[in-house]
């Protein structure tokens, strides 16, 4: 076959287009260096995406997280923000000094707005713990460590290709070698196209220590940065053990911010008042009240029997259909604050369900022969 001034034996041309058309033999990595490379990218991924989603977390305000990114990428320092729970807390003081201070309203309003900044700066010392102790590791982590790992893996890519190259081209000076080098034939009529002179034949074996030695040098780069990128990849498994240590204080931060706020909603509970007689009072009906006078002894004690049980007697009458019975483990130890409700054990199992109309944040549970409303906040409903 020709190829431009070329005369290329069959042989030849297997060999050029072997090489040329990338079915040469290539160098491949270690096996370990390749399952390491696969641990880091997961690692990567990994870490991108929880960071992510924890950012969401413990602050769901696009807008907000946007500001703190640039304030973070100016090197500033972030101005206070005031919490929702303390925003809040104040809404409900300036309501309470309109309202007066003195109403059975503006005392609870003041009461609840006590705790409500109770809990605005519960949350905001655990938004500062979780900065420190596990977003910003992450963060130092996806853009220190793995950016210099990332600048190792990609000259270590390049080495395999240079290796490559250097190798083709030693094999190519090694395989034109011997066939300039052999003996002509001269019982043959025909003349020998690949008969050299000795010059040409020198200048073949310069370009085949030529090409060894790049060869070699493409060999001692390969192996240096292969071994670089195999120490940084294996300071993942460091990087594994920091993040644990960090995930650690996030999860005892999360925890002490919940105990916190289950503290104080405990404090808010036994403060604020319960009864729903004591706030809301029942309407009394004008029959009641254009009684005859003579009957106003009597009129008190039938109102303090009916007082003792409002609401139970409610429920009892009712006796709305029982839907979406189903078992929940008590969380926590409650004690009922009426008679309406019903006291809880921690551990204990009880039976609840809903009836239309109640508070979403209360079921009726069902213990024996007990009934009464329990918070949903302190049970763990079962399948």
């Given at each position: 076959?020709?190829?431009?001034?070329?005369?290329?034996?069959?042989?030849?041309?297997?060999?050029?287009?072997?090489?040329?058309?990338?079915?040469?033999?290539?160098?491949?990595?270690?096996?370990?260096?390749?399952?390491?490379?696969?641990?880091?990218?997961?690692?990567?991924?990994?870490?991108?995406?929880?960071?992510?989603?924890?950012?969401?977390?413990?602050?769901?305000?696009?807008?907000?997280?946007?500001?703190?990114?640039?304030?973070?990428?100016?090197?500033?320092?972030?101005?206070?923000?005031?919490?929702?729970?303390?925003?809040?807390?104040?809404?409900?003081l300036d309501a309470a000094i309109e309202f007066g201070s003195d109403t059975p309203y503006g005392k609870t309003l003041i009461t609840v707005a006590e705790y409500q900044k109770r809990l605005?700066?519960?949350?905001?010392?655990?938004?500062?713990?979780?900065?420190?102790?596990?977003?910003?590791?992450?963060?130092?982590?996806?853009?220190?460590?793995?950016?210099?790992?990332?600048?190792?893996?990609?000259?270590?890519?390049?080495?395999?290709?240079?290796?490559?190259?250097?190798?083709?081209?030693?094999?190519?000076?090694?395989?034109?070698?011997?066939?300039?080098?052999?003996?002509?034939?001269?019982?043959?009529?025909?003349?020998?196209?690949?008969?050299?002179?000795?010059?040409?034949?020198?200048?073949?074996?310069?370009?085949?220590?030529?090409?060894?030695?790049?060869?070699?040098?493409?060999?001692?780069?390969?192996?240096?940065?292969?071994?670089?990128?195999?120490?940084?990849?294996?300071?993942?498994?460091?990087?594994h053990l920091n993040h644990l240590r960090c995930l650690q204080d996030f999860a005892e931060a999360q925890a002490t911010y919940y105990a916190q706020c289950h503290h104080y909603m405990q404090?808010?509970?036994?403060?604020?008042?319960?009864?729903?007689?004591?706030?809301?009072?029942?309407?009394?009906?004008?029959?009641?009240?254009?009684?005859?006078?003579?009957?106003?002894?009597?009129?008190?004690?039938?109102?303090?029997?009916?007082?003792?049980?409002?609401?139970?007697l409610a429920m009892e009458q009712s006796q709305l259909p029982v839907t979406g019975a189903r078992k929940a483990r008590v969380l926590y130890d409650y004690d009922a604050h009426d008679t309406?409700?019903?006291?809880?054990?921690?551990?204990?199992?009880?039976?609840?369900?809903?009836?239309?109309?109640?508070?979403?944040?209360?079921?009726?549970?069902?213990?024996?022969?007990?009934?009464?409303?329990?918070?949903?906040?302190?049970?763990?409903?079962?399948?």
């Amino acid at each position: 076959s020709t190829f431009g001034n070329k005369t290329l034996s069959d042989s030849d041309s297997d060999i050029f287009t072997e090489e040329k058309l990338g079915q040469a033999e290539k160098t491949e990595l270690d096996p370990h260096l390749e399952n390491l490379i696969t641990r880091a990218d997961s690692t990567k991924n990994w870490t991108e995406k929880i960071l992510k989603q924890t950012e969401v977390l413990l602050q769901p305000n696009p807008s907000a997280r946007i500001e703190e990114f640039i304030y973070d990428k100016l090197d500033k320092k972030l101005p206070s923000r005031t919490t929702n729970a303390e925003l809040l807390g104040q809404y409900m003081l300036d309501a309470a000094i309109e309202f007066g201070s003195d109403t059975p309203y503006g005392k609870t309003l003041i009461t609840v707005a006590e705790y409500q900044k109770r809990l605005g700066g519960a949350e905001r010392e655990f938004l500062h713990t979780s900065a420190v102790t596990f977003l910003s590791p992450l963060r130092n982590f996806l853009e220190g460590d793995w950016r210099t790992i990332s600048v190792s893996r990609a000259a270590a890519g390049e080495s395999p290709l240079d290796l490559d190259i250097c190798k083709a081209r030693l094999k190519k000076a090694s395989w034109q070698k011997p066939k300039r080098r052999a003996t002509p034939d001269f019982q043959e009529t025909r003349p020998r196209n690949y008969v050299l002179s000795a010059s040409a034949s020198a200048l073949l074996s310069e370009e085949v220590d030529k090409a060894e030695h790049e060869l070699r040098v493409a060999q001692t780069e390969f192996d240096r940065q292969a071994e670089v990128t195999r120490l940084l990849l294996e300071g993942i498994s460091s990087t594994h053990l920091n993040h644990l240590r960090c995930l650690q204080d996030f999860a005892e931060a999360q925890a002490t911010y919940y105990a916190q706020c289950h503290h104080y909603m405990q404090d808010l509970q036994r403060d604020a008042p319960h009864s729903s007689a004591s706030v809301c009072p029942n309407p009394v009906s004008p029959a009641f009240l254009s009684g005859p006078a003579s009957s106003g002894a009597a009129v008190p004690a039938a109102s303090s029997s009916s007082s003792q049980k409002p609401v139970t007697l409610a429920m009892e009458q009712s006796q709305l259909p029982v839907t979406g019975a189903r078992k929940a483990r008590v969380l926590y130890d409650y004690d009922a604050h009426d008679t309406s409700e019903l006291s809880l054990l921690a551990d204990e199992l009880i039976t609840v369900y809903t009836v239309p109309g109640m508070d979403p944040d209360w079921l009726i549970g069902e213990r024996g022969n007990e009934k009464g409303k329990v918070p949903v906040t302190y049970l763990e409903l079962l399948s």
